[in-house]
């Protein structure tokens, strides 16, 4: 009992933390600052992913992540004028609008969710899925790979192509 | 503190509460970048979903975690391609306030 | 033998014991042993990192022919602790202009991310908090949290100099970020996991040492590595003669000592990661058991600190476009070389197993 109620907790604990830094982030005046939060969003996504047993992906989420993020941070600071002149409009007039639109939206998921029964598997989750996942990547999924190394690839020529000063 | 186990209904409920909150800022924020963050928001609530259901419904598959995986390498390949565009409008607009940019041709 | 994990088992038998005995739930014992084991790890790395702040401070003496700290305790050994209580007593200055909430969490971010790399650093035989099956990943993860936190001083302060610090600090470590993880691979590649624990494990003697089959590989770790933890040559982002003390410019008294501390710790996992790795971790050169594992952990470490110190002392730095071109037109193409030479090491010796 004692086990499931720390787990309860931390449960919750990194749910506040989640949605808490997504409210920030999408509010934040100061672009920066939702940078930072983003980043508290994040780490915490990947504390989730460990509560789910998925430590290769909590890993691979702070190491792709953080490097995101910061470059998002930079990009923020050099593009943005008045970064954090607080009187600045940060959102647009259609606020009002897509606040009901959200929340018609999460009503809406909340009433799809609330108790809907999912055939749980009672089959334990594999101890070690790093090797499971690794294994799974270069065999049944080697084809996604592949094509996602082309993605990304085809990205990052993109990426030169498009913001090169001619 | 009420003793009911998380299921799997708790971790779909969190990824929807940060699906919406995404969503929100996307439609509201006026920076292009906000915009970019505001998507790795909802990308984040999806790979949370996906990790769930590959937790609970197939654990043997770890179908969710892979197609998790796949999700993050996009969204980092999306991040390079967006953050590209961003500084190419910034050079066309002088600024990157997405209610300005009202023309598609120059 | 000298081996410390008894003694821990120990001590730690006789404190559940001890809490059992005055009616403390399961639970709670549990939550107070991880405490116990968070305070006891940066404990450790605190002492260690003092020992270094001193410890660097003659060899440099020693390299410009000087004597260094000489006064507090034998040969200054406990000058870093008077410093530190100086740096303590000293007035916290703030700007007016800062972003504070950001100034104010820069150097905790920085901090904790340098102290939570030893999770899984394995000390010595059972000395490892918790062997993670992707312990490799997880060390490469947080370390480049650091970069985060260089940001937000480097914005925080409000400042240019610290703004150009933070600046060229994100871009030196998510560069060298890339060809370090590339390098690790070829260890990665060679012992099929990713658990320290297991790494180490598998290199019991001399000629096990993944170094003799990863040269390559360590050469760029190692270069990289000091990048990471923006050592000179590499020490752009705080380079003193050009933009006078980089992100650290506002900073001082705790929070100056933090940064400092951090840069040491980072110091440290370098160094760690490399000995692991590539150079048998805790186990002796000489088979499994040679003398106490933690002795021979901390002797390889501190030598590549001392390396790390020899480089800072007589290397000049870099100009900030050839680190880059380093990082990406040097470093990067050496990485991926290494790969394809390791698959095809392992395609063409190993493949018979």
Known sequence: ?166 | MDQVPIGLNHYLMLSGVLFTVGIFGVLTRRNAIAVLMSTELMFNAANIALVAFSRFVTPAALTGQIVAMFTIIVAAAEATVALAIVLLIYRSFKGINVDRINFMKW | MLELRGIIDAIWSFIVGLLAGLGIPQWAIELVGYALIAVVMFGVVAVIVLFLVWWERKVSAKMQDRLGPMRVGWHGIIQTIADAIKLLQKEDITPKAIDFPIHFWAPVVTFVAAFMVYVTVPFGKGLIVSDLSVGVLYIIAITTFTVIGLLMAGWGSNNKYSLLGGFRSAAQVVSYEVPLSLALLGVIMISQTLSLGTIVTQQDNLLKWYVWRQPLGFLIFWIAATAECNRTPFDLPEADSELVAGFVTEYSGMKFAMFFLAEFVNMFTASVVAVTLFFGGWMSPFGPDFGPSWMWFLGKTMFFVFVLMWFRWTYPRLRVDQLMGFAWKVLLPLAFLNILLTGLGIYLFDGLK
């Not at chain 1, 047993?53 to 953080?66: D, E, R, S």
């Not at chain 1, 070690?128 to 270069?138: P, R, S, Y």
């Open chain 1, 1 to 166: 009992m004692t086990e499931i109620s720390l787990t309860n907790l931390t449960f919750y604990i990194l749910s506040f933390c989640i949605i808490a830094g997504g409210i920030f982030t999408v509010s934040s005046r100061n672009l920066f600052h939702s940078a930072v939060f983003l980043v508290f969003t994040l780490f915490s996504v990947a504390g989730m992913f460990v509560m789910l047993n998925a430590y290769l992906l909590a890993a691979i989420q702070v190491l792709i992540y953080v490097g995101a993020v910061a470059m998002l941070m930079i990009f923020g600071v050099m593009l943005t004028t008045r970064l954090a002149d607080v009187r600045l409009r940060h959102v647009n007039e259609q606020s009002w609008p897509a606040l009901a639109i959200c929340g018609f939206f999460l009503a809406f998921l909340v009433y799809g969710l609330w108790d809907t029964p999912f055939t749980v598997s009672g089959v334990p989750m594999p101890a070690d899925t790093a090797h499971a996942l690794g294994t799974l990547l270069m065999t049944k999924y080697v084809l996604p790979f592949e094509v996602v190394s082309l993605l990304l690839l085809a990205a990052l020529v993109g990426a030169v192509v498009i913001a090169k000063k001619d």
